[in-house]
């Protein structure tokens, strides 16, 4: 299983990025994904999560109204699109693979992570 995600870089203070973490290897379509991100010196943090068909989310609420979660099972792909960002957004964002059905938001169900993308949000 690989999960590889795309997006990040450098933003100004209330502008946009969209992640994408495309998934290879496994039946994408039948588990839950997430995004998960980590700071300097911190613990990895949930961001969000949708179910398998993409019917059900869930997020933070240092996110929730700003960020998007989505995905396209055809193209075996889950996005993150991120409004207005702030300064304390700045982190590498993870994909994560869960071989469960339903939203989870916490690390342990999930069983394959990407490589990380770095956020970078200028004040």
């Known amino acids: 299983v690989q999960l590889v995600e795309s997006g990040g870089g450098l933003v100004q203070a209330g502008g946009s990025l969209r992640l994408s973490c495309a998934a290879s290897g496994r039946t994408f379509s039948s588990g839950a994904m997430g995004w998960f991100r980590q700071a300097p010196g911190k613990e990895r943090e949930f961001v969000a999560t949708?179910?398998?068909?993409?019917?059900?989310?869930d997020y933070s609420d240092s996110v929730k109204g700003r960020f998007t979660i989505s995905r396209d099972n055809a193209k075996n792909t889950v996005y993150l699109q991120m409004n207005n960002l702030k300064a304390e957004d700045t982190a590498v964002y993870y994909c994560a693979a869960s071989m469960l059905a339903g939203v989870q938001n916490t690390r342990l169900p999930y069983d394959y992570w990407g490589q990380g993308t770095q956020v970078t949000v200028s004040s």
């Open positions: 949708i179910n398998w068909s993409g019917s059900s989310t």
